[in-house]
């Protein structure tokens, strides 16, 4: 899995939107973004992934550079519930060939009423 | 629904006693994985399996053992030997080769002390 970067923290106002970025310089051509989110004392949650095209679905927007070496996940309408550490992780695995995806520590959002 | 069942949710255990916490999925999913997470950490890899009677060792393997001798099914045993068990456990699965996909899904961990 090629490296991500992610600031240790994050704070948003409930209801604005919520744009996490991910550096991932080193990614591979065959190699996805995944974003994933665990609440406290949860297992984690698939949120959205993509390989270069932007990505949407009912919980988030995937946006991904041109040159894939960076993304942001945005949540549209943040609300209380979406308090959590989201990972952002490059991986050809998680289904495909290789099958380890790695998690670093990733970022906690906190959205404040 | 298909899901991902870790059970017991909480389990303690002196110190020196192996211990064993249940993963059942029935999902269909070739992949199982086991994670260790410590507080403000990332996850870390134990072992994971991506076919039945088949596993690899993940980052952390030392002191863990697991058996795949189901599909469903990936327990893993936290043995003496392991320095440091105090922590959160979670087990997840995935559909296996083939492209990409949703990825992982996880269960609900548990959360393993020794005393």
């Known amino acids: 899995d090629a490296k991500t970067t992610q600031p240790t923290s994050m704070d948003c106002a409930e209801g604005r939107a919520a744009n996490l970025p991910c550096n991932h310089s080193?990614?591979?051509?065959?190699?996805?973004v995944y974003w994933y989110r665990q609440i406290h004392s949860q297992g984690p949650q698939y949120i959205i992934h993509?390989?270069?095209n932007n990505e949407t679905n009912e919980m988030a927007s995937l946006i991904i550079t041109e040159d894939r070496k960076s993304s942001t996940l945005i949540l549209p309408h943040a609300t209380l519930r979406d308090t959590a550490v989201y990972y952002c992780?490059?991986?050809?695995?998680?289904?495909?060939?290789?099958?380890?995806?790695?998690f670093g520590k990733g970022t906690l959002l906190t959205v404040n009423p | 629904d298909g899901g991902i069942t870790q059970s017991p949710k909480y389990l303690f255990r002196k110190e020196g006693q192996n211990v064993t916490l249940s993963c059942e999925q029935n999902?269909?999913?070739?992949?199982m994985y086991w994670y260790r997470q410590d507080p403000g950490q990332g996850l870390r890899l134990i072992y994971y399996?991506?076919?039945?009677?088949?596993?690899q060792k993940g980052d952390i393997a030392e002191g863990y053992s697991v058996s795949r001798e189901k599909k469903e099914s990936f327990p893993l045993t936290v043995t003496s030997a392991q320095k440091n068990p105090t922590a959160f456990y979670l087990c997840?699965?995935?559909?296996?080769?083939?492209?990409?996909?949703?990825?992982?899904?996880f269960g609900s961990g548990t959360r393993l002390t020794v005393v």
């Open positions: 992780i490059a991986s050809a695995g998680g289904g495909g060939s290789n099958y380890k995806l790695t």
């Open positions: 080193t990614i591979s051509g065959n190699e996805y």
């Open positions: 999902l269909n999913h070739d992949a």
């Open positions: 997840a699965s995935s559909i296996g080769a083939g492209g990409a996909s949703k990825g992982y899904t």
């Open positions: 993509g390989l270069k």
């Open positions: 399996s991506q076919i039945v009677n088949d596993f």
